[in-house]
């Protein structure tokens, strides 16, 4: 059986050179997700027309709170999760930043709770932005490697599907192209698992969207930027 994480008993762990609270309401973060957070830094300071992001699954929420502490512009962040659990604590995150480490009280982000997009959508009605950057790292494990590992961490968090663990981004996708307003430029970046590329690059095909990959530190490409 797995040691209980060292992460969950510090309470703590460092993304993007900050210190996020961590715990068993959402998963440990992964260092590798610091290479979507750079992809979209990156991306936004190409982009200045960006001024809307938003998060999907977004856990403890650093890949949020990450972007809006580093893009180095005046952003309108929204953050959504299925578990209320998992907001609860990417708002204490937020609040500890605040407090303990940018000393800023105006600015926020917006947590909203619900299935994928759903929340975001409607939140969105009746003020669509030009453009958007979303991101997501949402559960990409299939339900049979589940126990091998899924011990300590939420169940929820590593869900991804029965057949190939993309499932949900497949909803995702789905979701996205039902959305009639959604902005006129809409950039997505996500995380999926090591060998889930060509899953990916058969549901981009599929539903015509321009892509490119980019690979972590080993040089696995295991993220996509959808334009
Ligand atoms: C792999 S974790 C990633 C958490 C965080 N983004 C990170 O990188 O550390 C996936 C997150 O998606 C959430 N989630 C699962 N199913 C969801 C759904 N249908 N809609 C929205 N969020 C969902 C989980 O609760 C979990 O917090």
């Given at each position: 059986m797995l040691d209980y994480p060292e992460e969950y008993r510090d309470g703590y762990v460092i993304f993007m050179g900050q210190r996020f609270i961590t715990d068993k309401r959402a998963l440990i973060p992964r260092l590798e997700t610091e290479e979507l957070v750079k992809y979209c830094l990156k991306l936004l300071e190409k982009n200045p027309h960006i001024q809307t992001i938003a998060d999907i699954g977004t856990g403890s929420g650093i890949i949020p709170i990450s972007l809006f502490s580093k893009a180095g512009r005046p952003l309108t962040v929204f953050a959504t999760d299925m578990s209320q659990e998992a907001l609860d604590l990417a708002k204490e995150n937020l609040q500890k930043m605040k407090n303990d480490e940018w000393r800023m009280t105006n600015e926020g982000i917006f947590f909203l709770q619900g299935d994928l997009l759903q929340p975001l959508i409607r939140a969105l009605q009746n003020f669509t932005p030009e453009e958007i950057l979303i991101t997501a790292n949402l559960p990409y494990v299939r339900e049979v490697e589940i126990n091998l590992w899924l011990i300590h961490e939420p169940r929820m968090a590593f869900l991804g599907g029965v057949q190939t663990g993309f499932e949900l981004y497949e909803r995702f996708?789905?979701?996205?192209?039902?959305?009639?307003?959604?902005?006129?430029?809409?950039?997505?970046?996500?995380?999926?698992?090591?060998?889930?590329?060509?899953?990916a690059e058969t549901v981009f095909q599929k539903h015509g969207l321009q892509y490119s990959f980019f690979a972590d530190l080993r040089g696995i490409e295991r993220f996509a930027y959808i334009c």
């Open positions: 996708f789905d979701q996205l192209l039902a959305w009639k307003e959604r902005p006129k430029k809409t950039h997505i970046v996500i995380e999926f698992w090591l060998w889930q590329r060509d899953i």
